[in-house]
């Protein structure tokens, strides 16, 4: 069964860092670009990152240029997030998501982790 | 940055009625744009891509059309399994954005 698992986030203060994982098995891992996204406590869905299925290409969202970084392991079947300097409005559940565009970059997002929770507060 | 604006932002529907959720684009998106489903407390999930494409699995009664700037998402009979946050995402350029979402309740 394929699926994506988050590990990683906690209750962290502002100005620190944290490392998320995602773990994927079930499926060809190394032909899939791969996105994190977001979602504030009762807010709306927002995209973050993604990296392409050979880890050549990142993009970033503004809102965190600079101060995450996106990388996956094709040996690991693994994707990271990097996230330096946290602040408060950091605060969120972190998706990791596969997308459908083998050997592309962006198209839908087709298979999504549980999420995990990073709360950043003083 | 293209924005993305859902009406609705909620919408209460009794069982069996035909619901409708607009999306649109404030730059042409072509057919670059997809809908996702979230149930309270999960993942988003996948229901629609390139506009009108059902993803494999997803029941016959959800569809999706429009192209450019305006787009259309249809429940043709609602079930009760359908409460829901929607949310329509264009991948035209990045970056990829969502809309605010729309969420539907049961009547």
């Known amino acids: 069964q394929a699926q994506l698992v988050e590990s990683g986030g906690g209750v962290i203060q502002p100005g620190t860092s944290l490392r998320l994982s995602c773990a994927a098995s079930?499926?060809?891992?190394?032909?899939?670009?791969l996105h994190w996204v977001r979602q504030a406590p009762g807010k709306g869905l927002q995209w973050v990152a993604v990296?392409?299925?050979?880890?050549?290409?990142?993009y970033y969202a503004d809102s965190v240029k600079g101060r995450f970084t996106i990388s996956r392991d094709n040996s690991m079947n693994t994707l990271y997030l990097q996230m330096d300097s946290l602040r408060i409005e950091d605060t969120a559940v972190y998706y990791c998501?596969?997308?459908?565009?083998?050997?592309?970059?962006?198209?839908?997002?087709?298979?999504w982790g549980q999420g995990t929770v990073v709360t950043v507060s003083s | 940055d293209i924005q993305m604006t859902q009406s609705p932002s909620s919408l209460s529907a009794s069982i069996g009625d035909r619901v409708t959720i607009t999306c649109q684009a404030s730059?042409?998106?072509?057919?670059?744009l997809n809908w996702y489903q979230q149930k309270s407390g999960k993942a988003p999930k996948l229901l629609i891509y390139?506009?009108?494409t059902l993803e494999t699995g997803v029941p016959s009664r959800f569809s999706g059309s429009g192209s450019g700037t305006h787009f259309t998402f249809t429940i043709s009979s609602l079930q009760p399994e359908d409460i829901a946050t929607y949310y329509c995402?264009?991948?035209?350029?990045?970056?990829?954005?969502f809309g605010q979402g729309t969420r539907l309740e049961i009547k």
């Open positions: 079930g499926f060809t891992f190394s032909i899939y670009p």
């Open positions: 998501a596969r997308d459908r565009a083998m050997f592309g970059l962006v198209n839908a997002l087709d298979m």
């Open positions: 995402q264009h991948y035209a350029s990045l970056p990829i954005t």
């Open positions: 730059q042409d998106t072509s057919n670059y």
């Open positions: 990296i392409s299925f050979d880890g050549t290409n990142k």
């Open positions: 390139d506009a009108s």
